[in-house]
Every structure is written in C-alpha cells, then in structure tokens.
C-alpha cells in the first residue's frame, strides 16, 4: 500500500451510519436463523427451563403460535427437541421409531397450520433414552455404532413421513449420513434435505439443552466416545468430507462461538453451506452476562451471530433466534 496516513484514514467510511451500513461486509437477517424449540405433552403448556431463562418447553398447540411468531419474524426454519416422559424412555430408545410420538405430532401440526417455514429434526436417541446416550449400549456401557445407526435410519424415516424437511442427525455415529440418504431415496423423499451435525464436538456447554430435553439426570459419563475432541480440526475436515461424500446438503459446526475457527475452515475448504449451532451453554452463559450488567443484550446477540456470518455461515441455529429477528425486522 503506498498511500498513508493523512491520505489513507480508514476512520472516514465509519463516520456516519449510513456510510458504515454501506460498507458492512457481512448482513445477518432473519433468514439466516434456526430458531430450536422444545416441546412437551399437554395442551397449553409452557415450562420454563431454570437454566435456560427465557426459553421453555411448549406444548404442541403452542409450539403452533410459536411458529406463527416466527414466521412473522421472517425466521426461515424452526428446530424440535423433545421432552420425553420418563416412562417413555427406555435403554433401546424405540419412542425415536413410534410415528405418533412428541416429535411427529408437532411435526404434523406445524407443516399444517403454518407450511411456509421449515422444520428440521433431530435424529439421536437422547430424548428416548433411559442413560440419555445419544445409541445404544453394550454391557460394558460402550455406544454401538452400527446397530445405533440401524435406529437412526428408522427415525429419520418416521420423521420424514410426518413432514420433516431437514432432517438433522446430532449423534455421531460413522456411517450414518450415507445409510440414511439411501433410505430416504428408497422411501421416494427425494426433496428432504440432510444438514449433519458434521463436527459436532464433546462440549461443557450442552448442560442445558440435556436439562430442557430431560437427559440431564440420566447421563452417565460423557460423550467422548463418539463426539469429537475439543482439540481437533483436521479431524472435523474429515468428518465433513465423509458427510458429504455421504449425501449430506449441509454440515452443521457445534458448539459455536469456540468453534468459528473450525466454521471458516470447513467453508474454505469445501465451500458448501455451513451452519453453527450457537448452543445452550453460549446462551445461558450471553443471558448470566445481561443478567449481571455486564453486557447489554441486543448487542451482543447481534454481535455474535454476525460472527457466525463472517466467519462463513450460511445460518445459525440460536435460542435468540426470535429477540434477533425481531430487531433485525
Ligand atoms: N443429540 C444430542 C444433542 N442435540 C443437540 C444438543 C445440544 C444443543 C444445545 O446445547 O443447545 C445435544 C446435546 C448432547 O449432545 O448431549
Ligand atoms: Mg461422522
């Protein structure tokens, strides 16, 4: 660069607003937003999650009004997590497979009453779980990985026949992105899209979704076995290259903030459509800081979720999700 200080003062485009909207290089919007909702048996319900504030488990009529608040928002998509009653949970998991469980009822209800948003779903066995692993156990308390991902490919299929448009499997079994494409090419859902939990890694900062899902009791151990480790990033190209090469249309980073180096990588690399999953512990951990004075709320929403943006996503699944849209709107 030959031209210097006082030709060159990089503060003249930042001076007013409408010069820093014009030079803004990354836009965040409504549409680039997953908006995760977690539902509950009943009618009428709403329970507030303690560790998540501000977040609660709907029942299925109300999920309905959420998802007609979304929209408004102009949120693209909606992601379903379920609260499974305990006695529903068992070792093998097989509520995943029942086609009028949680999942599939509020599937059917919000491809009905509001179609012009997306719903993805969750593909793992956690919520129907009684150890709250993600698969199934050996004796010795190890995650099987094939005779899981046998159960996953039923599951996507039973959500797939409810409406389901993105299914999104969160378990990290190998193999399973390829077995599910197949199936759901031999079902005739030729449209319905795979987003993989691609580098889904084994996080601190899961604590509260495994609360709002009601896993959190039952966990025995940790993850390790089959989520990634935290020091890894070759190891998350690979993962994403097996993903896709196995039909999966996007891949999705996870955790988020502590993962935007992993987000620009994959983006470098393999220039597909990326999404982070700015997960429970990040919000918990943004709504303490708002809580304690010590940051202002909108701010740092739309400060974080624009890194998503820059560092290469194409959108980010958030608990702000709503607050953010809204703001943008
Ligand atoms: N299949 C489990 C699953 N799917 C999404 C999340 C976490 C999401 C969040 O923390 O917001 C988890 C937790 C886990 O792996 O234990
Ligand atoms: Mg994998």
New binding site residues.
Partial sequence: MSARYPQLRLRRTRATPWSRRLHAETLLTPADLIW?LFVVEGKGVEQPIASLPGVSRWSVDRIVERAREARDAGIACLAL?PYTQPERRTADGREALNPDNLMCRATRALKEAVPEIGVLT?V?L??YTSHGH?GLLDEAGYVLNDATADMLVGQALNQAAAGADIIAP??MMDGRVGLIRDALEGDGRHNVQIMS?AA?YA?G??????DA?G?GGL?KGD?KTY?MDHANAEEALREVALDLAEGADSVMV??GLPYLDIIHRVKQRFEVPVFA?Q???E?AMLEAAVAAGVADRDAVVLETLTAFKRAGCSGVLT?HALHAARLLG
Avoid: E, I, N, T
């Fill in positions: 995760p997590f969750d793992a956690d919520p993600d969160s378990d939990y889904k996080s900062f899961y604590g509260p979704f495994r899902v896993s966990l993850k989520q996870k955790p999953y997960v429970s512990g919000y608990y």
